[in-house]
């Protein structure tokens, strides 16, 4: 499998999502699974079949996580700013201007799975990424969105 780029906080969420679902999540389901156990005929226990349920997801959940981190290329940003000369990277804050609109935007390039635009998170391999990187502090980049091109400024470049 191949590697896949993460930022240093991405790993760290990953790490404490996997430690509560070991030591929370599945000692409480498998508590569930006991108790409902004791009520009888498991064919039809409601409550014995939705703990069995929450207990595959969440072991799929684990599976999935230690499968991530272990493929994980884990990039601290703040490693790389000497080397990065100002220049938007995997990981950097980028604070951006809509030439048209005047509007002010900062994004920070993240992985895919820690991509979360609400967050002002976006994924390394999106066209607004893909638009950004490599690019320095006063360059100008058209980026192609769904209602056409837009043209950003960079303003700022940050390696938090």
């Not at 006991?34 to 009520?39: I, K, N, S, T, Y």
């Not at 998170?121 to 209602?147: C, E, F, H, Q, Y």
Request: aromatic residues 4%; negative net charge; hydrophobic residues 40%.
């Amino acid at each position: 499998m191949n590697q896949i780029p993460m930022t240093l906080r991405g790993a760290d969420k990953l790490r404490e999502e996997l430690e509560e679902l070991k030591t929370v999540k599945r000692p409480r389901i498998i508590a569930s699974i006991a108790d409902a156990r004791e009520h009888g005929d498991l064919k039809e226990n409601a409550e014995y079949h939705a703990a069995r349920e929450e207990q595959g997801f969440c072991e799929g959940r684990i599976q999935e996580i230690e499968a991530k981190l272990s493929n994980a290329q884990v990039i601290d940003v703040t490693q790389m700013a000497g080397n990065a000369n100002g220049r938007v990277i995997f990981g950097a804050t980028v604070t951006v201007l809509n030439v048209e609109t005047d509007e002010e935007s900062t994004y920070r390039i993240v992985g895919d799975d820690e991509a979360d635009f609400k967050q002002n998170l976006i994924s390394v391999n999106s066209p607004m990424a893909r638009g950004l990187v490599g690019k320095v502090a006063d360059d100008v980049t058209v980026i192609k969105t769904p209602g056409g091109d837009v043209e950003y400024e960079i303003v700022k470049v940050e390696y938090l």
